[in-house]
């Protein structure tokens, strides 16, 4: 598609914030108003928009699917959304451990440990550490607290959280990710350690670590997104 517009800017809108060309509002791929929480947001659709060439290239609205996802799919049907992140909850990646007498397994504990207990402390609950694949149920009365937790999330944090939960296998991670203090390079330690654990003992070919790459943006997009969207 060639490039319609000659400008793109933000202007408020009646419920928060939206990116408009040549003052005209965008809407969702389902329709509707596309008015974001924060002018912050609101300037980085409007700087997707302002960074196309003559040329417009759909890989390049990253922050755009977001906020489409979280108005067209999140918001009218939260519950199922908050639902569909409780399993990443019940099999979370920093509570699935080797073997207690395995090199890996030291390797989980003076990683993960100290982020899974502060998790525990900061909302009062207690997860199930397992050795080995099998599964065991998490404690049902954190789930129910990690439950009250996503749902007091906004939409466009929902958003996030899906997108952060899928690539860390961990909710823990996600609600982590999406606190304004937190430190995007520990996290994704964390979420990767048993493949870099994998990498130094079998190396990397180019690809894999492309692939890395491009999931380690995602993750960083993710939470940018939540911040902006605060």
Do not use: N
Request: glycine residues 6%; hydrophobic residues 45%; contains cysteine.
């Amino acid at each position: 598609m060639k490039r319609f517009y000659k400008q793109a800017g933000v202007e408020q809108a009646q419920d928060g914030w939206r990116a408009v060309l040549d003052g005209r509002g965008i809407r969702t791929a389902g329709g509707r108003a596309q008015i974001v929480p924060t002018r912050a947001l609101a300037q980085a659709l409007a700087g997707e928009w302002s960074s196309q060439g003559e040329t417009i290239d759909p890989a390049r609205f990253r922050y755009r699917d977001l906020v489409d996802f979280a108005i067209d799919a999140v918001a009218p049907s939260r519950e199922t959304v908050a639902a569909e992140l409780l399993p990443y909850a019940e099999t979370d990646t920093l509570c699935y451990r080797a073997d207690p007498d395995e090199a890996l397994h030291r390797r989980q504990v003076e990683v993960w440990e100290p982020l899974l207990s502060a998790f525990e402390e900061r909302l009062d609950v207690c997860f199930a550490r397992i050795s080995g694949i099998i599964h065991k149920p998490q404690p049902a009365e954190t789930l129910e607290r990690l439950r009250t937790e996503v749902g007091v999330k906004s939409d466009f944090e929902l958003a996030a959280l899906k997108m952060l939960s899928s690539l860390s296998a961990s909710l823990v991670i996600a609600l982590e990710a999406i606190r304004p203090d937190a430190d995007a390079e520990a996290l994704w330690k964390a979420a990767e350690l048993e493949a870099d654990w994998q990498v130094e003992l079998w190396g990397e070919d180019w690809e894999a670590a492309e692939r890395r790459g491009a999931r380690f943006e995602a993750f960083i997009l993710a939470m940018k997104f939540a911040q902006l969207s605060r």
